[in-house]
């Protein structure tokens, strides 16, 4: 697929790793950078494969997640347009250490080691700005480590209903389309259960949703359940 080079720059200018770079950079980092288009449910990174690309998306999202030994996924964080992934392999040379899939048609800028290297190199502000990028990721998956070993179920639903919304008017919505058994992989908990506590703050008329599958959360959710 080949993307309109201007059109490329104008998303390149939105992702936080590249603000900083001057104009010229960014036209030389797009003549660098292909194009690709994926299908829904389309694996693009295995967990344990070398890593040869970092990738940037511009349409759709992604899952970020393991595979545990009874086959269950667990996800650890969902990309959208913006997000940027593949860039810790290119930086150490190790394996990838999770899977990404994409969870609808996506659009995504990759970007080759050779060119990654050079803009290291010859880049300071996108250098920080990568770092940066790590140390807000890091401290994301602190987070939810700790959520999941400190916090019960019901806890964990609670956090990603409110992690995941945004004000809207007196009350909160989940625009994201989650299934149950999508916040199941992303609390580390089974759908059943999942099901029956929001089953049950639907009943106490914290949450609704509605018909296009927003979540509406209409008033503070209870600290323990």
């Keep these: 697929m080949t993307m309109n080079p201007s ?24 003549a660098l950078t292909k194009t690709i288009e994926l299908p829904k449910n389309h694996t693009i990174v295995n967990a344990g494969d070398r890593g040869d690309s970092m990738y940037i998306i511009l349409e ?19 990309l959208t347009a913006g997000d940027y992934f593949g860039e810790m392999s290119l930086l150490d040379g ?7 899939a994409t969870k609808e048609q996506s659009i995504l800028l990759r970007l080759r080691k050779a060119d990654f290297d050079t803009l290291v190199a010859n880049s300071p502000n996108f250098c920080n700005h990568l770092l940066i990028g790590l140390c807000e990721r890091l401290r994301a998956a602190n987070t939810k480590i700790s959520n999941l070993a400190h916090m019960d179920v ?32 992303r609390i580390g908990s089974s759908r059943e259960m999942v099901s029956k506590i929001l089953r049950d703050l639907s009943f106490g008329r914290y949450i609704s ?17």
């Design 7 to 30: 059109l490329s720059q104008r998303y390149l200018e939105r992702v936080s790793v590249f603000q900083g770079l001057s104009e010229d950079n960014i036209n030389k980092l797009v």
């Design 60 to 78: 759709g999202s992604l899952k970020v997640y393991q595979t545990d030994n009874h086959d269950k996924q667990i996800v650890f964080a969902i």
């Design 94 to 100: 190790k394996e990838r250490s999770a899977s990404i």
């Design 154 to 185: 019901y806890g964990r639903v609670a956090g990603l209903l409110m992690e995941s919304s945004e004000p809207c008017g007196t009350h909160y919505i989940v625009r994201e389309h989650l299934t149950h058994q999508d916040i199941a992989d």
């Design 209 to 225: 949703q509605e018909q296009n599958k927003n979540i509406i959360i209409h008033k503070h959710l209870p600290h323990a359940w």
